[in-house]
């Protein structure tokens, strides 16, 4: 089964880095967030990613080709024209096709531009921009139990500022970063069905708009809960909440390392 990643927005609201590279290219720790989003899905067996790449898609491409390289020891023999890799014991097993689907293409039009990728089959498909540590395996499971064409991850995101609880003017509690209490919103993490193609008209096509809206309509649209971590990195203050996660080694997505 292939995983999508939608990797070709601008990023406009992350410009201090996006200047330079797309924004699943900014880095947590020293690894793209990219990276860390695979990772994840590496953990629960999925190996083969689609990556949907735009703005600046040669610099995902050139990230993948010099991971690679880096990671092995190489025999060049330029008269030839060959570069032979030779595997050396490296964690990521994983196959990865970049896909260029176009400097402006909308979600669902980069989606559309993965079908002949992805097949006649099941796959997930994911942002570029989030991580979280939902179990793939309960996910899938939730999907394969209802029979219907879309499954999307429901999460109740971090409150954006701390969450205060009073007794008049004394706070007998303070949270930080508590999770909303209300309202589900779309977390992505994807399990889909190839009629969702059927959905998208083209690349104008804005995925959570007129598809998620039809499928929604149709009856075909379910939504698996997810009560654990989840975080997007559309700021750069949410960049910063990701990178003190990773330093202080408690990130809740580094799901391969428990």
């Given at each position: ?90 964690s990521e097993d994983w196959t990865v096709n970049v896909v260029d689907t176009g400097q402006s293409t909308n979600t669902g039009g980069r989606i559309k531009r993965l079908q002949r990728w992805v097949g006649d089959e099941t796959f997930m498909l994911t942002w570029g921009d989030g991580v ?127």
């Amino acid at each position: 089964m292939k995983t999508a990643i939608l990797a070709g927005g601008l990023g406009s609201r992350l410009a201090e880095e996006t200047v330079i590279k797309p924004k699943p290219m900014v880095e947590i720790g020293d690894r793209p967030i990219l990276w860390h989003i695979m990772r994840h899905y590496l953990h629960y067996g999925h190996n083969e990613f689609v990556i949907a790449a735009g703005y600046k898609a040669e610099v995902i491409k050139r990230w993948i080709l010099d991971y690679a390289t880096l990671a092995a020891d190489v025999t060049v023999r330029p008269r030839l024209g060959e570069v032979t890799l030779h595997s050396r014991d490296i964690s990521e097993d994983w196959t990865v096709n970049v896909v260029d689907t176009g400097q402006s293409t909308n979600t669902g039009g980069r989606i559309k531009r993965l079908q002949r990728w992805v097949g006649d089959e099941t796959f997930m498909l994911t942002w570029g921009d989030g991580v979280s540590d939902v179990n793939l395996d309960a996910l899938m499971a939730f999907h394969r139990s209802h029979g219907k064409i879309a499954t999307l991850t429901a999460v109740r995101p971090p409150a954006r500022y701390g969450h205060l609880v009073t007794d008049g003017d004394q706070i007998v509690e303070f949270s930080e970063k508590p999770q909303i209490g209300e309202g589900w919103i779309n977390g992505a993490f994807f399990v889909l069905e190839p009629e969702v193609f059927d959905y998208i008209d083209g690349d104008a096509t804005q995925f959570e708009k007129e598809p998620l809206e039809g499928l929604a309509k149709d009856g075909q649209l379910m939504a698996y809960r997810h009560y654990g971590f989840w975080q997007c990195m559309d700021t750069m203050r949410e960049k910063h909440i990701l990178e003190e996660l990773w330093r202080s080694e408690s990130a809740p997505w580094m799901t391969w390392e428990k």
